[in-house]
Nanobody, 126 residues
Framework: QVQLVESGGGLVQPGGSLRLSCAAS????????MGWFRQAPGKEREFVAA????????DYADSVKGRFTISRDNAKNTVYLQMNSLKPEDTAVYYC???????????????????WGQGTQVTVSS
């Protein structure tokens, strides 16, 4: 059974940094693209970043480009989200997700992902 477990969230001041991790099990991790999404109170879940199965291709939401970096370690079955220059509007629950189909392409639509972690809270506040 596929399991995704996020960690690394917390409270940080504006301008600070956090590194989220997502440990995967129950799948051949290196054959699936992975994504990070977030959901703020009263808002819909939105795409943050995605990475191809090899790590060679990435994509980001415009709102986080230049501040966030997605990466993966296939030997550790883990995907990361390094978040720098955090802003109050980055406050949300962050989820990692596994792409539904094992192909080269990375996708941004939540409907293209079929397994989700439980989420980790990120709060940016002074």
């Amino acid at each position: 059974q596929v399991q995704l477990v996020e960690s690394g969230g917390g409270l940080v001041q504006p301008g600070g940094s956090l590194r989220l991790s997502c440990a995967a099990s129950g799948l051949t991790f290196s054959t699936y693209a992975m994504g990070w999404f977030r959901q703020a109170p009263g808002k819909e879940r939105e795409f943050v970043a995605a990475i191809s199965w090899s790590g060679g291709s990435t994509d980001y939401a415009d709102s986080v480009k230049g501040r966030f970096t997605i990466s993966r370690d296939n030997a550790k079955n883990t995907v990361y989200l390094q978040m720098n220059s955090l802003k109050p509007e980055d406050t949300a629950v962050y989820y990692c997700a596994k792409k539904r189909i094992s192909t080269k392409l990375i996708v941004t639509a939540a409907s293209e992902y079929n397994y989700w972690g439980q989420g980790t809270q990120v709060t940016v506040s002074s």
